[in-house]
């Protein structure tokens, strides 16, 4: 199995950058790193995903270290609203089940 | 468009009774998951159809547990003789073909067994 890991909570003051990591060892050269995010009472919410470069988009950037083994979810300006539970995910190519969900990092924004 | 929907949203059955959970997904989705989320843990993975069949059907906890995608796209999730354990919120997902192609997940059924 692909597996991740990640810390079980994270907090972070509002305004501030987030730097949210995960780690993924036993990835492949063709495994697609997934980030989504779970808000309380709803189901989980795509946020970002990439390959090898880094990626942007408006809700967060995704930085790959040169190895693949890790990878780091930044949110540039952390709200009240980004308080979720954030889970790091890899999806091989192929292979439609492997999509297995960690416990991910729970998420605290201190006004 | 419209997302994921999932009904009910709340289900409450006794043990041992039979129920169904229905997922409307994405029109054009061609994968489709169940998943389950007990309190505090990530969701689990139970089965994903590529179109109308079962691509992996391993995470079906045992044989109460079926599901069904008759069409390519409505699928339901069938329980028989509900124990506690059961208990959870059932979570859907649809997407398009490829590894990277997002999941969009509806907002899950809230199964309660008493």
């Known amino acids: 199995d692909a597996k991740t890991t990640q810390p079980n909570s994270m907090e972070s003051n509002e305004e501030e950058p987030v730097h949210l990591p995960c780690n993924h060892s036993t990835i492949s050269g063709t495994d697609y790193i997934h980030w989504y995010r779970q808000l309380p009472s709803q189901g989980p919410e795509y946020v970002i995903h990439?390959?090898?470069s880094n990626v942007n988009n408006r809700m967060a950037s995704l930085a790959i270290a040169e190895d693949r083994k890790s990878s780091t979810l930044i949110l540039h300006r952390a709200t009240l609203r980004d308080a979720a539970v954030y889970y790091c995910?890899?999806?091989?190519?192929?292979?439609?089940?492997?999509?297995?969900f960690g416990t991910g990092t729970s998420l605290t924004v201190i006004p | 468009g419209a997302g994921v929907s999932q009904t009910p949203s709340n289900k409450v059955t006794e043990k041992g009774k039979y129920v169904e959970l229905r997922c409307d997904p994405i029109?054009?989705?061609?994968?489709l998951y169940w998943y389950r989320q007990s309190l505090g843990q990530g969701p689990e993975f139970l089965i994903y159809f590529q179109g109308t069949g079962a691509a992996d059907d391993s995470g079906l906890p045992n044989d109460r547990f079926f599901a069904v995608r008759p069409e390519g796209s409505v699928s339901t999730l069938k329980i028989q003789r509900t124990e506690r354990g059961d208990s959870a919120v059932y979570l859907c997902?649809?997407?398009?073909?490829?590894?990277?192609?997002?999941?969009?997940f509806g907002n899950g059924t809230r199964l309660t067994v008493t």
């Open positions: 997902a649809s997407s398009s073909t490829g590894p990277q192609s997002p999941l969009h």
């Open positions: 990439g390959l090898t």
């Open positions: 029109s054009g989705h061609t994968a």
């Open positions: 995910i890899l999806r091989v190519p192929n292979t439609g089940n492997q999509f297995y």
